[in-house]
């Protein structure tokens, strides 16, 4: 993952809202909440930036993100991440999956015999470490920025799962054209985004990397709920 992120103290935030009674305390609560949110992103903006103009400093963010538990609630496989699955099975079957900001990995519950090879990248050490606990079969991992990741080999599907709007939104178009280049004949980049991030800018940023859009799909067919996009084959060259 190419940046810090304070999404999940955001979640926590608001996870105590449910729990209050009566509309007063819940408007109350929406208030204070909102609050809270738009405090921590603007507490967020400057680290960000820091971290982007720092890999060693960016890893260790994500460390200490990953060794307080602050992304363990993505680790229960969850019924988006079976169904990116099966998007994954139907689109590009017995894959050779390159998996870009994999973090444990553990939210992408693929079946046995479903894919071929899985390589998962991750800046963050410690969710790599704890990725290969899962020993996953016919899985490799590396630590890496995936920024500048370059693969040895190509592969038939590459994903970015709620990742692509952690990257710098200038960069996008020529990330995702530069990825393509790692596709295996046939092969699909799968964007994973969530619903709150599904901003014109970042849809933008995926149109501009001139692949052709094959699948969009949301999860779970519930509005809140993650949209996938399917890029596949090269850019068409210009004439």
């Not at 729990?19 to 109350?28: D, P, Q, R, Y």
Request: charged content about 15%.
């Amino acid at each position: 993952m190419p940046w810090l992120y304070l999404g999940p103290l955001a979640s926590a935030v608001r996870s105590v809202g449910p729990t209050i009674a009566g509309s007063l305390a819940n408007k109350e609560y929406e208030l204070v909440s909102a609050s809270s949110f738009r405090f921590l992103n603007l507490v967020a903006a400057p680290v960000k930036a820091l971290a982007r103009s720092s890999p060693r400093l960016n890893a260790a963010l994500w460390d200490v993100q990953y060794k307080l538990g602050l992304w363990d609630y993505l680790d229960d496989g969850t019924a988006a991440g079976r169904e990116l699955a099966e998007v994954i099975e139907q689109y590009a079957p017995q894959a050779s999956i390159l998996d870009l900001g994999c973090g444990t990995s553990a939210n992408l519950p693929l079946g046995p015999g479903t894919y071929r090879r899985y390589h998962g990248v991750d800046i963050s050490a410690k969710a790599i470490k704890r990725a290969r606990m899962l020993k996953r079969p016919h899985a490799t991992y590396e630590t890496a920025d995936i920024l500048t990741y370059a693969p040895q080999e190509t592969y038939d599907a590459i994903l970015l799962r709620e990742v692509i709007y952690y990257l710098p939104p200038a960069q996008v178009s020529g990330f995702l054209a530069r990825l393509s280049g790692f596709l295996a004949p046939g092969g699909v980049i799968v964007i994973q985004v969530w619903a709150g991030e599904r901003s014109p800018g970042l849809i933008a940023a995926i149109e501009g990397s001139a692949l052709p859009v094959v699948l969009e799909k949301t999860l779970e067919l519930d509005p809140g709920h993650p949209t996938v996009y399917l890029l596949g084959g090269q850019p068409p060259v210009a004439v």
